[in-house]
């Protein structure tokens, strides 16, 4: 019967990889260009000016286009947690949640409303800027920690448990930058959420697109 039941799941952990897959090979994309973007704007202003447009608008724009990508992308990771270890995956999936909607509101607010009042611009300090900190280093940096826990195997599973880690501290380590009013050290932050993680996202999409058999929940 146990035989029997893993089978009749079969098609839809395929169907939820499937879609896992395709939203992780889609990050690792828009986060390369995102790195692109971020070198473009380190050229030309430096590290201590603020990125002003066209480069911030594309950079904002990139980072609406990915938020609800990471979305789907933690609820494939859910999905692929072991019944033993949901507990973790559905507490990096309502951090994600937390991330996906302070950035998408700070970024279309940014994009639409701010420029048209001729106000637009994230320059630290600013709320703005101290909300899309909170999300991106504080709660992305949970979000990453606590999924690193569902990947318990070696080879390429463990590879994703140690970029997903990585990137996670490097995120949570960025915040002492606002805390401290010093943004030069909010790198360490840019280097978990935009140079680590289009790496693991990769990973994750060569995990997601293995063998269904290999699932955690189909193992006897």
């Known amino acids: ?63 609406l286009v990915s938020a609800p990508l990471l979305l789907i992308m933690m609820a494939a990771v859910h999905g692929y947690a ?3 270890h949901k507990t973790y ?8 949640i937390l991330v996906v909607g302070m950035t998408s509101a700070v970024h279309f607010v940014e994009l639409t409303a ?11 300090p600013s709320p703005a800027y101290a909300l899309e900190l909170l999300a991106w280093d504080i709660f992305l ?19 994703v448990r140690r970029g997903l880690s990585i990137s996670g501290a490097l995120c949570i380590a960025g915040v002492l930058g606002p ?4 943004m030069r050290l909010q790198l360490v932050g840019i280097l978990g ?3 680590v993680l289009p790496v693991v996202c990769f990973m994750l999409g060569r995990l997601f697109r293995g063998d269904p058999k290999t699932h955690p929940n189909l193992v006897a």
């Open 82 to 84: 072991p019944t033993t």
């Open 179 to 182: 805390a401290v009013g010093n």
């Open 193 to 195: 959420y935009a140079g």
């Open 89 to 96: 995956s559905l507490i990096a999936l309502a951090f994600m």
């Open 114 to 124: 701010l420029r048209q009042l001729g106000t637009g611009g994230i320059v630290w």
């Open 1 to 63: 019967m146990n035989a029997d039941f893993r089978r009749s799941q079969q098609p839809a952990i395929v169907s939820a990889n499937r879609l896992g897959s395709w939203s992780a090979f889609a990050l690792f994309l828009i986060g390369s260009l995102y790195l692109v973007a971020l070198a473009i704007g380190f050229a030309i202003h430096g590290l201590a000016a603020p990125i002003v447009d066209p480069v911030l608008a594309i950079m904002e724009i990139l980072t």
């Open 141 to 159: 940096g949970l979000s990453l920690l606590f999924a690193a826990r569902v990947f318990e195997g070696g080879g390429l599973q463990g590879r």
